[in-house]
Every structure is written in C-alpha cells, then in structure tokens.
C-alpha cells in the first residue's frame, strides 16, 4: 500500500460508523453500519485501515473462536455478532461476542454476500490478530515491528506474488499443521484476511504470525536469523527457461551455450539447517527475478510425466519435507 492510499485509509477508518448501543435489530439494508460491514468484506484498503476482518458463515466463526479460545485465551473474540431474527441458528455463538445483533433476512443476504440468507446463519466482526504485522510502508531493512512479529523463527515460509484465496489459505493451513514459525507475503499477495483466503485456511491465519512486506525486508530478517533461503521451481519452467536463454545466445552469438538452470532436486539433508526460508511464486509466473537469484532453488522429483503441480501442492510437499528435524519420523 503506497503512502498516500495509508493515509487515504487512516482517514476513511476515522470516519467508521458505530452502532449505537440501543440498537439489538438491523433491519435496513441502508442503515451506515451496515454499509460499513458491506464495505469490510468487500475492500482488502478499507479492511486493514479498521484493523478488522468479517467472518461469514457459523463454521469459520467456530473455526476462528476455538483458535481464539485455544492459542489466545480470548472468550470474547467476536466484537459484533450478527444473527438471523426469530431463530436459533447460532446461539452458541454468542458467549464469543461482545454484542449480538439481531438482522432481517434481507440484512443478512446484503452483509454476507450469498445469494440466499438461509445459507447463513452468522456473520462476525472481529479484530486482526496481533500476530499480523504490515511493513510494507517501512524504509528500514529490518523494521522494528518484525523483532517481535516472530520470535527466534527456524521455518518461515514467503509467498511471492500468490493471488489465489484458495492457494493462499491452503498454504497457510499447511504451513500451521507443519508448525512452521511464520509466513512472509510479498507485495502483490491476495490479502490474508480475504473472506475466501480465512474459509480456506480454516482460521489458520488467526494461528500462524502472518506479516507483509518487501524483499529487503525479509533479507534483514534472515541476516539477523542467519537464515538460509530456498525457493521452490518446477523442472518444466526450468526446462523453458533453459531453452529461451540457448536460443537468446545463439541469436546474439551465432551458436549455443551451456546453460546451467541451477536446480537441485530436494535432498534429505536438506532440512538440517537450523533456520531456513523457503519462497514460493505465483501461480502463472513462478518466481520473482530476485526470488530466483536469491535463493537456492529447488524441485520436486516427479517420475509421471506431469510437469508442475499447483504451487498449493507443491507448497505443502516442500513444507513436510523441510520441517523442522525435531518432528520428522
């Protein structure tokens, strides 16, 4: 997010509506706080300048408040919860929320997105963790906020340029089942507080430390962890990286070159590392130039004749095998 879009969104977030503490039923679907919650889902800008998220649906709600419960101790994690009028459907939600608020069906369909209110029961707004840390507007290397984001990190995984909420929200439920420390989101990420993205992750976003930034920010974090990066690449992309450089140099030198693409196939001993980094590219474009460059690059040996797998698969793959030694069998 570029300066003047922060300030745009400290501004709009000091404009936030409130609901007044009379209020127990929503029943306009023009009614400002509604909007104002419209707008939460809707807008990834508007979401992190309110520092809250909107959780729809009872199973994400339940997802997220048994993490809440479990990691953070917190019984009213739920700031607003919004139920349907006249029914039971997510009462039990209720000890998680600060405030329950009653909505009509029409309220319900508006704030939730779905076609139909009877598909959703519940919807919640709730804060950011404090685990989630921005410095993507930060000119130092090393930014104070990412000393405390994530203490004395071994496995941190950094995601460069993945867009798709289902991608990002399965990596991040695999990262947390293989007790990785943290994941690192370049710039040109999906929001991990995407609707989509905390559905896929089944609320793994509210367990894992999660942080935003650039390359060289990260580069400061692994000088001062002494971190060692890998970066997952496909054979197939190597082979056509390979045969565009060959056909380049014989264009340019009337003959070809050995081209060495630098590759390795995932070896056992590759996991002894202490504190590790691994990066993994977009799904069409793979890797950043400097992703490329900066990192040891490995792959996946695959004997079909199948040349990549989705980098959600490929993630999960390279996140077992590069665990941490303490919990491999």
């Known amino acids: 997010m570029s300066t003047m879009a922060a300030l745009a969104a400290t501004a709009m977030a000091s404009d936030e509506p409130k609901l007044p503490a009379h209020v127990h039923l929503l029943s306009s679907v023009s009614n400002p ?27 994400p709600l339940r997802e997220v408040c048994d993490i809440a419960q479990t990691k953070l101790g917190k019984e009213a994690f739920i700031e607003y919860l919004f139920l349907l009028e006249d029914t039971n459907a997510g009462d039990s939600l209720a000890r998680f929320a600060q405030r329950v608020v009653r909505v009509t069906p029409n309220v319900m369909q508006k704030i939730s997105g779905v076609q139909s209110a009877e598909g959703c029961n519940a919807i919640g707004i709730t804060c950011f963790p404090s685990t989630f840390c921005s410095v993507e507007n930060a000119v130092e290397d090393y930014p104070t906020p990412l000393s405390t984001w994530c203490h004395s990190p071994q496995r941190l995984l950094a995601l460069d340029g993945i867009q ?4 990002l929200g399965t990596l991040l439920r695999t ?29 793994a ?38 045969s565009e450089q060959k056909v380049s140099s014989e ?33 069409g474009r793979g890797l950043s130039k ?40």
């Open 33 to 59: 706080f509604v909007k104002h919650v419209v707008k939460l889902r809707q807008s990834s800008t508007y979401r992190h300048a309110s520092g809250a998220l909107v959780l729809v649906g009872d199973v």
């Open 164 to 167: 798709d909420p289902g991608n």
């Open 175 to 203: 990262a947390a089942a293989f007790d990785w420390d943290g994941v690192f989101l370049f710039n040109g990420c999906c929001d991990p507080f995407n609707e989509k993205v905390v559905r896929a992750s089944r609320g």
């Open 205 to 242: 976003c509210f367990w894992i430390p999660i942080a935003c930034g650039h390359w060289r920010q990260l580069r400061g974090l692994a000088e001062k962890r002494k971190m060692v990066f890998y970066a997952g690449e496909s054979q197939g992309r190597v082979s056509r990286l390979a």
């Open 251 to 283: 264009q340019e030198r009337g003959s070809y070159v050995t081209v060495s693409p630098g590759v390795y196939p995932l070896r056992e001993d590759d996991s002894m590392h202490e504190s590790l980094c691994l990066i993994l590219g977009n799904e």
């Open 290 to 329: 400097e992703s490329r460059a900066s990192c040891r690059l490995v792959s996946i040996p695959m004997p079909g004749k199948f040349e990549s797998l989705n980098v959600a698969v490929a993630g999960g793959i390279l996140l077992y095998l590069l665990q941490k030694r303490l919990h491999r069998t």
